[in-house]
């Protein structure tokens, strides 16, 4: 047992040592700081990104159905607010002078044909000018504005 050396204990003398070279633990480590930072930023980037996100995803299946109509403005607004209840629709907007009305509607559930058919029924006579995504005629309309 004469060649044997015990392990030197780090954690026994540690207090001992800390007093005599004055080591004294002061504020937060490293690893605490770090982590409250990265908290931070995965924060405020959520705060950013979610929100677009979800209205992405609530607003993809959405198209936009431009028509041109023809008739009494006053004959067409009981159409176009039963059209407005109607499934799969989810707003019928007229232009200033009522010549054009845009037909947001889900595309999973309706599409512009059956639209053309519902106005046809109830004696609005309408032409389909355009068919365009929703988030394009929002973008469109946006830079139209004079807004980026």
């Known amino acids: 047992m004469k060649g044997e050396s015990m392990a030197y204990d780090l954690d ?11 080591v004294r633990k002061r504020g937060l480590g490293f690893g605490t ?7 931070f930023i ?7 990104v979610v929100p677009r996100a979800v209205l ?14 023809s008739g ?3 004959e067409l ?10 499934r799969g629709v989810r707003a019928v907007t007229l232009d200033g002078n009522g010549a054009r009305a845009v037909v947001t ?18 004696g609005i006579q309408a032409a389909l000018l355009n068919e365009i995504g ?11 504005a004079g807004g980026r």
Do not use: C, T
């Open 105 to 122: 509607f889900n595309r999973e559930i309706l599409d512009a044909a059956r639209i053309s058919a519902y106005l046809e029924r109830h």
């Open 77 to 86: 607004g009981f159409a176009l607010g039963e059209l407005e209840k109607q």
């Open 33 to 39: 700081v770090v982590a409250g930072v990265a908290f």
């Open 56 to 69: 992405f995803l609530q607003n993809r299946q959405l198209e936009d159905a431009i028509y041109k109509l």
């Open 42 to 48: 995965l924060l405020g980037l959520g705060w950013v």
């Open 12 to 22: 026994k003398y540690r207090d001992k040592r800390e007093r005599v070279l004055g």
């Open 72 to 74: 009494a403005p006053a």
């Open 134 to 144: 929703h988030e394009h005629r929002m973008h469109l309309m946006k830079k139209e």
